[in-house]
């Protein structure tokens, strides 16, 4: 089979609408045959309209540059040429292709109509883990040369190497690979097939080296875990200390006193089974500062201890740079695993069962062909390596992740190969086993049955675990929860496992009746509706009774009391509440029954039992569901909180639902500080006002006297930082605030030439400052990204923020803690004002509500601990490392003016506070950045 021609071409334009009227302003080719590269073209056209300001800074490209230039038809003429019996290439190829066409169609010439091949399309699934997917990441990550983006002579040859890359790939795939990509392919828009095709005919079906084929799915030959050795005589010097053991294996090795403090401090808390709070500010080295007496004391005692952080982040950043540098300077070998929740990891059944689905979307077709090439690669099946087709939240994630009631026995043929089990048996054997809060508290709230016996734990990022506890000690119900279950079971569309199920036991038992199976179909269809209905009337009683109360990111919010509230509405929603409680009863025991049919009569073929195992699991996880929606509509405890949140412009039955524990300090006791011999938390921020009495009452800490270690940062906030407080500002309150702010956001950017964050606690006032900052045409030379206003999810929205130069970027709560922006990344911290709790979280609302009701003092006790945290996690992301320099704005007055200001201010590291008129604080930002550059 020959080769065919390939034409790669790339386009700069007026703009992204060629059907109003944008033109090609530059067009750059590259003719490949016999996957070299034969000839290039590049080409400035002149548009029919000046070139807007943006698309100049963007590209570079002048009116001049294209004043002078030919028109499309001339100028593009020997390029033209080529296109003649090629596929043609390109990187986003329905833009290319449609200014392509429409310049040819102005000029009167033949549009073309032949093959494509998309980069992106392609990339996504040959290149699964890649961390984004336009041209320069991809030329990043593939270590390909590219200096000159956004030129288009450039960006056609760059785009040419990656489809090179990407075909280089595709021929070294086994043929089990090459056979699903095929299957994928027929629902994209790139014409791969040829390629697949050639690259098949290229192999013989064998099981490449290190590729195991496993019904039909070419995977990665899982690698054992190095066997453990005997017990090692662990005894080394102080490991930490000016002249210890890291000062003579570690070149680059800096003595850091706070270091050596918490390492000594956690060696005594192992020892004498002891708990301890310990706050590490940026820079001290906490994470070895922890690593190394863990890793000593298991290796010693034989025991395996627990370490568990808050984000995904931090759990890589120790497996994959603290732990190999561990292993490179401990004299002795040990292991260390990461374990997650079932569901983080893929089913090789399920992923199997899902080819045999018709494919229902694009998305889902790019996501099978992801996972196909991916698995060549991966040995832990951990499906937060990919950069997921669709999003994290398509459905497809969920078809074929791990689930408990389809995991493989031990006697099935999958068992070996699930990566679960894998992930499992590797924690079993590890020294140290790296967790998340999540699966934490998930154990915990099992009995202990998911994470291997330990007696002893590390918590980091542990200002979260209320949190996280209060989550898992909850509830959380939605209709989307529902419908998707019961889609799943749906035994009407011919899509439903109920439906695939019917059609075997038809062809094999035909023991149940045709009206049996109807009424089936009657029930689960009235289930589907009678949900609908149910949340289309929670929805209505929340918009209803919300008023002006709203979340963080602007949904609207009621809180309630399950058995408190009364009037017609709640009335029908108990009612439909037990109405659908008393079907799906009645209709759990049918399915029951036909599960008993199938299980003793059907054949017990991988399929069938897969089918049947799936059904059973969404039967289980629909009773869960039932029981938590007569939770929270039906039964009040007096020691919970309930709420309901809902879009102002979301789906009629849109609305979620939420219980949460009013005091999780009893359960961390019993469950936690009281079953373990020693827990040790740390995090930048425990401390409010020099003190850990806050977070030691919190916690359920009282009655276990744990030991207390600060260590300040090392960092130079003196020099490398300042605190800036307008003195000429309006109150928080004044009607005139969000105007005063915007145009000091502004100025602000004028003077860094962007790279601004502006940290909000209201999601209201965010959304005013946008709106205001919008309107003002002196902001178009900037991007503008707005939480809540902009689709995408928090690290979406950082990775615009990163990878455009003049941004500025609006965030509420989840951006106050938990992103890092080292380097020039970040120039200006805006906080807009100081971060109590809205009165109306409903959370905090109860909780200071209990307080109160005690005889206590909330504001003290509570509301003012919480903001002095807060407000320390917001300023900690101005200075992330060594070289950081930047300036943080407090445009809230009262931190000067208030009572309770100086408790903020002294929260603080040494640097300079500057209370001037907002005019001399820009002279200041002025100077400082100019200092700076």
């Not at 990043?140 to 040369?145: K, R, V, Y």
């Not at 497996?319 to 401990?330: E, G, T, V």
């Not at 040990?334 to 689905?357: A, D, P, T």
């Not at 949904?555 to 399950?562: H, I, Q, V």
Request: a negative charge.
């Amino acid at each position: 089979m020959s080769l065919p021609k390939y034409v790669v071409i790339d386009t700069e334009t007026t703009g992204n609408a060629p059907q109003d009227g944008d033109n090609i302003i530059q067009i750059g080719a590259v003719l490949m045959e016999d996957d070299e590269i034969i000839d290039t073209f590049s080409a400035y056209i002149r548009p029919a309209h000046s070139i807007p300001p943006f698309i100049m800074e963007l590209t570079g490209i002048t009116n001049e540059d294209v004043e002078k230039a030919d028109s499309f038809a001339g100028a593009a003429k020997p390029m033209l040429a080529w296109l003649e019996d090629a596929v043609l290439v390109a990187h986003n190829v329905p833009f290319d292709l449609s200014v392509l066409n429409a310049e040819l169609s102005n000029a009167g010439l033949p549009v073309f109509e032949g093959a494509t091949l998309d980069t992106v399309e392609c990339a996504r699934f040959m290149f699964p883990t890649a961390p984004g997917y336009q041209l320069t990441q991809l030329a990043d990550w593939l270590n390909i040369s590219h200096d000159r983006p956004h030129q288009a002579d450039s960006d056609a040859i760059v785009t040419a190497e990656i489809w090179l890359a990407i075909k280089r790939k595709i021929e070294t795939m086994p043929v089990p690979a090459l056979q699903k990509l095929m299957t994928a392919s027929k629902y994209m828009q790139s014409h791969l097939e040829p390629v697949f095709m050639q690259a098949k005919n290229n192999l013989r079906l064998k099981e490449s080296e290190g590729i195991r084929v496993v019904h039909n799915i070419a995977l990665k030959s899982p690698q054992e875990a190095p066997a453990q050795e005997a017990a090692p005589d662990v005894s080394l010097p102080p490991l930490f200390s000016r002249d210890g053991y890291f000062s003579e294996k570690w070149s680059a090795f800096e003595f850091r006193k706070g270091q050596q403090e918490m390492a000594d401090t956690i060696t005594s808390c192992f020892t004498e089974r002891s708990h301890a709070l310990i706050e590490a500010g940026p820079g001290t080295g906490k994470s070895l500062a922890y690593l190394a007496p863990a890793v000593l004391h298991s290796l010693a005692q034989q025991e395996q201890i627990v370490i568990s952080t808050y984000t995904n982040a931090l759990q890589e950043q120790l497996y994959d740079r603290d732990i190999p540098f561990l292993k490179a300077m401990l004299p002795y070998s040990f292991n260390v695993s990461i374990l997650k929740g079932r569901q983080h990891y893929l089913c090789l059944r399920r992923f199997s069962m899902q080819w045999q689905e018709p494919v229902a979307t694009h998305d889902e077709a790019l996501a099978l062909a992801q996972v196909t090439v991916w698995l060549l690669e991966t040995q832990t099946g951990d499906l937060n390596e990919l950069n997921r087709a669709g999003g994290d939240n398509h459905a497809i994630w969920q078809k074929i992740s791990s689930r408990r009631a389809t995991a493989p026995g031990p006697g099935s043929s999958w068992f070996p190969y699930c990566f679960y089990e894998r992930a499992k048996k590797q924690a079993a054997e590890s020294q140290i086993v790296i967790v998340n809060h999540a699966l934490l508290f998930s154990d915990v709230k099992r009995k202990n049955s998911i994470l291997p016996s330990y007696e002893r734990l590390i918590i980091d990022e542990a200002h979260q675990i209320e949190e996280a506890a209060s989550k898992h000690l909850g509830a959380d119900v939605d209709y989307y929860s529902f419908q998707y279950l019961l889609n799943k079971i749906d035994a009407g569309t011919g899509k439903g496992s109920f439906f695939k199920l019917q059609l075997i036991e038809e062809e094999t038992v035909h023991a149940l009746t045709d009206t049996w199976y109807q009424r089936r179909r009657d029930h689960i269809a009235l289930l589907k509706y009678e949900c609908s209905e149910l949340f289309r009337l929670l929805r209505q009683i929340c918009m209803k009774n919300s008023h002006s109360e709203r979340t963080d990111v602007g949904r609207m919010l009621y809180r309630y009391e399950p058995g408190g509230q009364n009037g017609p509405a709640w009335k029908a929603a108990r009612e439909a509440v037990n109405r659908l409680d008393m079907i799906f009863r009645e209709e759990k025991k049918e399915w029951g029954v036909f599960q008993q049919i199938l299980q003793k009569n059907t054949v017990h073929s991988d399929y069938n039992e897969a089918l049947l195992t799936d059904f059973q699991q969404t039967a289980d996880d629909l009773s869960e569901a039932f029981d938590e929606l007569a939770q929270v509509t039906l039964e009040q405890t007096d020691d919970h909180v309930y709420w309901m949140e809902a879009d102002h412009k979301g789906a009629a039955n849109g609305v979620s639902i939420y219980k949460r524990p009013l005091d999780v300090s009893n359960d961390l006791a019993d469950k936690l500080f009281g079953a373990k011999s020693s827990v040790i938390m740390t995090s930048a921020t425990l401390m409010v006002e020099q003190s850990f009495s806050y977070a030691v009452s919190k916690w359920g800490l009282d009655d276990f006297t744990p030991e207390t270690l600060y260590i300040p940062s090392p960092y130079s906030y003196e020099n490398r930082s300042a605190l800036l407080i307008p003195s000429d500002f309006p109150g928080v309150r004044d009607s005139t605030y969000v105007e005063a702010m915007a145009d000091f956001i502004y100025h602000t950017a004028s003077v860094t030439d962007g790279r601004v964050l502006i940290l909000f606690t209201s999601f209201d006032m965010l959304a005013d400052t946008y709106h205001m900052l919008r309107e003002w045409d002196e902001m178009n030379s900037f991007t503008i990204i707005a939480q809540g206003i902009h689709s995408g999810s928090k690290s979406k929205l950082l990775k615009t923020f990163q990878q455009n130069k003049r941004t500025i970027l609006l965030g509420t709560n989840a951006f106050w803690e938990g992103i890092d922006l080292p380097g020039d990344q970040l120039r200006c911290l805006i906080i807009a004002r100081l971060p109590f709790s809205p009165p109306g979280d409903p959370l905090i609302h109860s909780q200071m509500q209990r307080i109160e009701k005690q005889g206590g003092n909330a504001f003290q006790e509570m509301s003012l601990p919480q903001a002095i945290l807060r407000f320390r996690q917001g300023f900690g992301r101005m200075i992330r490392g060594h070289s950081d320099r930047g300036t943080v704005v407090v445009l809230d007055k009262r931190i000067m003016k208030a009572s309770y200001g100086p408790a903020f201010l002294h929260s603080l590291p040494d640097m300079p506070v500057v209370h001037k008129q907002s005019d001399a604080l820009l002279n200041y930002i002025h100077d400082f950045y100019n200092e700076t550059n």
